[in-house]
């Protein structure tokens, strides 16, 4: 038995590959950060030389970032590269330009990154069609591919497009800028650290019917906590230029903390509006735990004066900068607040109980410098009916089991084929039919009955509507019975048995097993006319992991089902270097991965490196690592089929 396992360390060790531009300083000063470079950028051009011509869309965003200038600046959150599946240290990244479609959705056809790169394993010697070497490399979490030269690393959705840049930057293939010189144009507008440039018709701004050629969004770091700001908007047309346009678009700017007042400046169809973002207010802002995590009264007695409502978390927030809505509507800070200058974690607002209703929804929002936060509750959102469903008469009976007082006229009941959804940007389904049986207002004992409603369907309790998100209480049909597996790995024997209720009985040809969505070679109807509690059928030859569904009627509504596979008692040796099989099932150590947890990383430990044949009552594979948190026995790649944990 081999004495030190194959160990994987997940992550990979990483090859170095050095990327950098001629010239390019590692890191910019504090006295380069606030110099004026003149127009254009210099710092860039050898990325954008990078950008292919085929990645052109009528509508995409250009993005260019100098890192080792932004770090200059004490941001709240540090600006990141963005790299995909490709593991890549942040600090490494010097520059990054990057090509964001948004024609039908968003997709990122290519990245072009520069600085001191590492990129894990061992990349394979490609060559282009025409001719230029790069190192590929590739991961197994994403279809992203990577070029690698001695100057760039190149990422993309596919490796034409990583030709397609190699080509563009040697001078042999068209480049994005010279196919859409407005690029060109919006980059060389602004001296910057940092440009988001934007075309096509998703600029995202209050300028209405206005056509928009381009928006350039250009950052530069002024010193640790100040970055200057300027939106340049280019219109199609100067008369769209007006001084409510120009007020609307200084809103948009409403986002971020200001050192003053920002400047504006128009240009017959230019609008440019330029700010100085105050980063030690946004860090204030980001430190400060706004007022949230809402607690409403458990106990809710509609006889009482006022709801209260506690505050979970938050540091001392003035009111004056709170606001609280309830169901989307502001309400009374004369109320709300009970009196309260400041609120924080502990503290409690309050509602007036006549305007408390069932499913109530409630906001409260902190406006800060760093933007706004806000946190919600919803009040009596759920309430305890008691459902009876008569599977041969196909109806339900509801039972109202709570305390509080409904108004019977605002309650709904809702059947729909299958459970349904919240859609918060769709079309929600339709309720097959619904009913309002209630007239008065309910009180403990009150009971409502519905007809034609059959397994598989959901029942929704609705208040004042018949959608998902106006329920109060709901219910899923199930068919009659429920269904238990035992699983023999020797064997590969499956049993399934029927259990029901009050002795009832059922026709056997009603329930059908399937094995992977097909009919299995045995069912109930081979064996019995009718089925009653401890009904089972035996089905051999069941591979561990196979789909196991229990299906009834017509209309295959589903009973239950499992995924059989094979069991193992696992428990940590005294000095917990190694891990002991102690019960279970006996299995091949070829099919067998030992995954395992530390403090710092995860380590995978094939079986059969240290284990002949089977892992089998007894056995034992050390585990060479320190701080270890638990580990998982895989069986096949996918099956957990053993856990011990050192906690």
């Not at 490709?86 to 990057?98: L, N």
């Not at 010193?223 to 346009?245: G, K």
């Not at 430990?605 to 009552?617: A, Q, R």
């Amino acid at each position: 038995m081999p004495q030190c396992p194959r160990r994987t360390l997940l992550g990979g060790i990483g090859t170095t590959i050095t990327v950098a531009l001629a010239g390019n300083a590692a890191t910019a000063t504090d006295d380069d950060a606030s110099t004026d470079r003149g127009s254009g950028t210099p710092s860039f051009e050898a990325l954008l030389e990078a950008l292919p011509a085929s990645v052109a869309t009528d509508s995409m965003v250009v993005t260019a970032i100098d890192f080792d200038r932004r770090r200059n600046a004490n941001e709240p959150h540090d600006p990141r590269p963005n790299t995909g599946s490709f593991r890549i240290d942040p600090a490494s990244v010097s520059k990054q330009v990057t090509v964001l479609e948004t024609d039908d959705g968003y997709s990122r056809p290519v990245s072009v990154l520069t600085g001191d790169i590492q990129l894990a394993g061992d990349g394979d010697r490609r060559e282009t069609d025409d001719g230029l070497a790069y190192d590929r490399y590739e991961t197994d979490d994403s279809e992203l591919v990577a070029g690698v030269t001695d100057s760039l690393v190149v990422i993309a959705e596919d490796e034409a497009t990583i030709g397609d840049a190699l080509a563009a930057k040697a001078g042999d293939g068209e480049r994005l800028l010279e196919a859409e010189p407005v690029i060109e144009d919006a980059l060389e507008s602004h001296s910057a650290d940092s440009y988001v440039v934007q075309i096509g018709d998703e600029s995202g701004l209050s300028a209405d019917d206005a056509d928009v050629e381009y928006v350039v969004r250009a950052m530069t770091v002024r010193d640790p906590d100040t970055i200057e700001v300027a939106h340049e908007i280019v219109f199609e047309d100067a008369a769209d230029v007006t001084d409510e346009l120009v007020e609307r678009l200084t809103g948009d700017l409403a986002y971020m903390a200001t050192k003053g007042e920002p400047t504006v400046e128009t240009d017959g169809a230019v609008v440019t509006i330029t700010a100085e973002r105050d980063l030690a207010a946004e860090r204030a802002a980001r430190n400060h735990e706004s007022p949230g995590f809402l607690r409403p009264e458990r106990d809710v007695d509609p006889d009482d004066d006022v709801l209260e409502i506690e505050i979970g978390r938050g540091d001392p927030t003035p009111v004056e900068d709170l606001s609280l809505e309830v169901d989307d509507e502001e309400y009374d800070r004369e109320i709300w607040a009970d009196g309260h200058g400041t609120l924080e974690e502990g503290d409690t607002i309050v509602i007036d109980m006549d305007d408390v209703e069932p499913n109530l929804s409630v906001t409260i929002r902190h406006d800060h410098e760093a933007g706004g936060s806000a946190s919600s509750t919803t009040i009596l959102g759920h309430f305890h009916f008691d459902f009876a469903y008569d599977a041969d008469a196909e109806t339900l009976t509801l039972e109202y089991a709570d305390d509080f007082p409904l108004e019977g006229d605002s309650v709904s009941l809702a059947v729909y084929e299958d459970r349904p959804t919240y859609r918060p940007n769709g079309d929600s389904p339709e309720p097959r039919t619904t009913a309002q049986p209630w007239t008065r207002t309910l009180s403990a004992g009150d009971e409502a009955t519905l007809e034609n409603v059959t397994p598989g369907e959901t029942v929704l309790v609705c208040w004042e509507g018949t959608s998902q998100q106006d329920s109060i209480a709901y219910h899923q049909i199930r068919p009659p019975g429920v269904v238990s597996f035992d699983y023999e790995y020797d064997s590969r024997t499956l049993s399934a048995t029927l259990e029901f209720e009050d002795g009832d009985e059922r026709p056997a040809d009603a329930y059908e097993l399937l094995l992977d969505d097909e009919p299995a070679a045995t069912q109930w109807a081979d064996e019995y006319e009718t089925v009653t509690s401890g009904a089972t059928i035996d089905l051999e030859d069941v591979s561990a992991g196979t789909d196991v569904t229990v299906v009834w009627g017509d209309d295959d509504v589903r009973v239950g089902g499992t995924r059989p596979r094979p069991s193992v008692d696992l428990a940590f040796t005294d000095d917990e270097t190694a891990v002991e099989h102690v019960g279970g099932d006996s299995l091949p150590a070829s099919d067998l991965t030992a995954r395992v947890w530390t403090d710092d990383e995860r380590i995978e430990i094939d079986l059969d490196e240290e284990i002949d044949g089977e892992f089998t009552d007894g056995d034992t594979f050390a585990v060479d690592a320190d701080d270890v948190r638990h580990v998982t026995l895989v069986y096949d790649q996918e099956h957990h089929v053993g856990f011990v944990s050192s906690e």
